[in-house]
């Protein structure tokens, strides 16, 4: 629900006008699939009394996310950021890893958590992924492989990544978390390097409340990622390997389940959403709506902007801080970049030297809200807010930076 459209900027709420909208549009609210189908699954686990350790609603879930993803393994995870740490230790990584600083904050983590160096890398700031040029400036003796992101869900340059990984003797994998019902040239995400690792957070497209998945195609290394999401146990009292335990609950199994059914809705959804942003965001000037490569298949699951102010005009922060005084609370992802949070900013303070593109792009970005819980109607009226603050804007950005210093 929102209210009329606003014409000036006295009327923008960030001036103490009514918000634009009577809830909060979030990126990254969560979709929800057939609730009767999920109840009943949950009845089931209930009336079962078996809630998790590789229960059936698990195994359901594996069976067909390999069968949709066309990989021979599939293993169900607590989250995707536990799932990078056993797909990391199994293969195993250590030392130093190339990976980019254009991520969520847990790619990164998932290395230094294991005392592996990340190594941060700069993209190519017209897709947003490892820029492989950049990759092979940087393995040294202590390189042992390459974490790609398929950021966006936008695929990585995966041959050239391939190929360097296999003229350097390097392991390949990569962080797959926005990445689930994408492909690359028609092959899902999921079959390519040595495992790809999605993550199903409530935040994303597709959900198990939390969860994620691990994939592969090697099944000597799927065995041993199984050992290590289970504490290393090999049967009752045996335990054959260090482990952990990152086992996906029955009820997050059955929330995939239902998830899973209703994919083509979803996907429909957020592209018809961004279709919708596409045409009005083209009519404001400095608003680059990042795209997608259509001839791939594509989750749409990010609407994201790369916004230039035009000269005297607001600050990209300046903007979110306007939206969300309007109930439109847009994202700064990746801002400002893995390199520059704690501990890496301490523990590496040269990498922000080498990371030009990372900077630029992070410093531009504006990730809006889509899914299921935002219609065409919402997508109208945000434009048309972000019109009129890019259209008045040396105006919005005098009274906002007058505001702040008064
Ligand atoms: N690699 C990459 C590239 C990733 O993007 C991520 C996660 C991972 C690895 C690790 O995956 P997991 O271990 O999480 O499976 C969110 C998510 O928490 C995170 O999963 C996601 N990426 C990241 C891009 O976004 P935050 O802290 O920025 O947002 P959060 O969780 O506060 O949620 C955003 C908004 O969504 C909230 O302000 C309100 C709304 N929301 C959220 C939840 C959880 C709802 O409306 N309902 C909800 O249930 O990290």
Known sequence: MSTATKSSLDALAVFGGAPAFERKLHVGQPNLGDRAYFLQRVERILDSRWFTNNGECVQELERELAAFLGVRNVIAVCNATIGLEIAIRALPMSGEV???????????????????????????????????????????????????????????????????ARRHGLHL??????????????????????????????????????????????????????????????GYD??????????????SAAMGLTSLRALPEFVETNRRNHHAYRE???????????????????NWQYVVVEYTPAPGGPSRDQLVEALWAENVMARKYFWPGCHRMEPYRTLYPRAAARLPHTDAVAARLLILPTGTGVSGEDIQRLCDLLALMVGQ??????????????
Request: with cysteine; proline share 3%.
């Open 393 to 406: 804007g040396p105006a919005l950005r005098e009274r906002l930076a007058g505001r702040t210093s008064g």
């Open 238 to 251: 045996n335990v054959v390997h260090i482990g952990t335990n990152g086992k996906m609950s029955e009820v």
């Open 280 to 298: 009005r965001l083209a009519r404001i000037p400095g608003m680059q709506l990042f795209a997608y490569d259509e001839a791939e298949r594509c």
């Open 98 to 164: 190339i990976v980019p600083a254009m991520t969520f904050i847990a790619t990164a983590h998932a290395l230094q958590w294991q005392q592996i160096t990340p190594v941060f890398c700069d993209i190519d700031p017209a897709t947003h992924v490892l820029d492989p040029v950049e990759v092979e400036k940087l393995i040294t003796d202590r390189t042992t492989g390459i974490l790609g992101v398929h950021v966006w869900g936008r695929e990585c340059n995966i041959d050239a990544l391939d190929d360097i």
């Open 173 to 234: 994998m990569f962080d797959a978390a926005h990445a689930f019902g994408c492909s690359h040239r028609g092959r899902m995400i999921g079959g390519f390097g040595r495992a790809e690792v999605f993550s199903f957070h409530a935040t994303k497209f597709f959900n198990s409340f939390e969860g994620g998945a691990i994939a592969t195609d090697d099944d000597a290394l799927a065995k041993k990622i199984r050992l290590m999401t289970n504490f290393g146990f090999a």
